[in-house]
């Protein structure tokens, strides 16, 4: 499933390490959203660990979890349609 991370960080620093950390998710599509192709499970765990990495009384950081309907539905202006990873590459 896609899950769409998005985040409002005031400190540079704290957002720069979690755009870094989240690269390793999935893809950046704005300058504080992130499409992810994980399972339920994946994020739950993604969630666990970014709420180590940020302080909650400063920072805003949402995890939107898609079925595969909404995804379908998407539409954009600009960009490519949310596309989940190649299964293998061809190295």
Known sequence: MLVLI???IPDDKR??????FLE???RRVQYS???????LEEMRKLH??????????EDNVRFYWLSQEAV????????SLPEPPPN????
Request: with cysteine; aromatic share 12%; proline share 2%.
């Open 6 to 8: 998005v985040y409002d």
């Open 15 to 20: 957002r720069l390490k979690l755009a870094n």
């Open 24 to 26: 390793g998710y999935g």
């Open 33 to 39: 959203v992130f499409e992810c192709f994980i399972s």
């Open 48 to 57: 666990q660990t970014v709420k180590k990495r940020v302080k909650p009384a």
């Open 72 to 79: 379908s539905r998407v539409l954009t202006i600009g960009s």
């Open 88 to 91: 293998a590459y061809i190295i």
